[in-house]
């Protein structure tokens, strides 16, 4: 389990598929505590396993299959990766809860500036967007962000310039592509849903009444606002 708080950017140095299997190679040294075999790392929010260690550059054994339903098949050696350790018991946890299991792959739409940040706007499929809710949590590309809005096919994030700096952001461009993992809990939610096992008694008003909803205003569609 990780947090979506990247630790640092590695450099990828290997990338090599054949047939059902391949393996890649990342560069990455100033771990605050080393890492070894068989740790789990995220990579651009890919859970992977360290399965070889050659000096400061880690190797990980990847299926076919993940190459072809991420953004790993889209990246060169030279490239620069997103990297963030699974959590150990007691560790703060800083953002949401990531599993590492990416549910599908976003299209930068556009950037443009506010402020000192930036706001990206991602276009996703239509699946992954019934995960998201307006200020709920997403990872993109393994970074922990809040759903800043939320549209009929895409919504947006915005960027500090901490994380523009320290991760992969800063070098991202409409048209790339990235991974994406909604939020496990909505997973969950769903999945009840689906086999009918909500209870449908409850009403609105009574989660109004507990606290579990608020009246609020939120974007229904990308710069439009709508009530919920």
């Given at each position: 389990m990780?947090?979506?708080i990247v630790e640092k950017m590695g450099v990828l140095k290997l990338s090599k598929?054949?047939?059902?299997?391949?393996?890649?190679g990342v560069q990455a040294s100033g771990w605050e505590d080393e890492v070894q075999t068989g740790d789990s790392i995220a990579v651009q929010g890919i859970c992977l396993t360290i399965a070889a260690?050659?000096?400061d550059v880690l190797y990980f054994d990847v299926l076919k299959e993940t190459f072809e339903r991420t953004t790993?098949?889209?990246?060169?050696p030279g490239d620069r990766l997103n990297l963030?350790?699974?959590?150990?018991?007691?560790?703060?946890?800083?953002?949401h809860i990531v599993i590492g299991h990416v549910d599908g792959v976003g299209e930068i739409r556009a950037v443009r500036p506010a402020g000192r940040d930036r706001i990206f706007e991602i276009a996703a499929p239509e699946e992954l967007l019934d995960g998201l809710v307006y200020k709920g949590s997403v990872a993109v590309d393994g970074v922990s962000l809040t759903v800043a809005e939320l549209g009929a096919d895409s919504f947006c994030v915005h960027i500090i310039p901490y994380t523009m700096e320290n991760t992969t952001f800063g070098g991202l461009r409409a048209g790339d592509r990235v991974n994406l993992e909604v939020d496990v809990l909505a997973k969950y939610v769903r999945r009840l849903i689906e086999r009918g096992r909500v209870p449908w008694h409850i009403e609105w008003d009574e989660l109004r009444r507990i606290g579990l909803i608020q009246d609020e205003i939120v974007e229904g569609d990308v710069g439009?606002?709508?009530d919920r």
């Open positions: 990780f947090s979506g598929l054949e047939h059902k299997w391949g393996r890649i260690k050659e000096g790993l098949g889209d990246k060169h963030e350790r699974a959590l150990r018991w007691g560790q703060p946890m800083g953002g439009k606002d709508r």
